[in-house]
Nanobody, 123 residues
Framework: QLQVVESGGGLVQPGGSLRLSCEAV????????IGWFRHSPREEREPVSC????????VYFAALKGRFTMSRDNAKNTAYLQMNSLTPDDTGTYYC????????????????WGQGTQVSVSS
């Protein structure tokens, strides 16, 4: 059982920024692709982005208009999602999930999930 822990969520005003972290616990993250997903009233598990194991390949699934940037630091066993220019539509619970193979946008292809971190964008 792989365990990841998300953190960095919170309440922010529209236009603000947050950086989410996804830390691997008990395994080496560098062997896995990492996906970020968000749960909101609009969609249960919307794919946001995914980064390959080396960090050289990144895909953004949602229509983010360049506002989000995903990265990873394998030395720290952690992946990140930098979110800028946040809007109320970005509100939701954000989850990260490791996958041993390549990135995919289907949540069903990610067998392990963290508990999520809540992001609320409101004035």
């Amino acid at each position: 059982q792989l365990q990841v822990v998300e953190s960095g969520g919170g309440l922010v005003q529209p236009g603000g920024s947050l950086r989410l972290s996804c830390e691997a616990v008990g395994f080496t993250l560098e062997n896995y692709a990492i996906g970020w997903f968000r749960h909101s009233p609009r969609e249960e598990r919307e794919p946001v982005s995914c980064i390959g194991s080396s960090g050289r390949w990144i895909v953004y699934f949602a229509a983010l208009k360049g506002r989000f940037t995903m990265s990873r630091d394998n030395a720290k066993n952690t992946a990140y999602l930098q979110m800028n220019s946040l809007t109320p539509d970005d509100t939701g619970t954000y989850y990260c999930a490791p996958r041993i193979q390549f990135c995919t946008d289907s949540p069903a292809n990610y067998p392990y999930w963290g508990q999520g971190t809540q992001v609320s964008v409101s004035s």
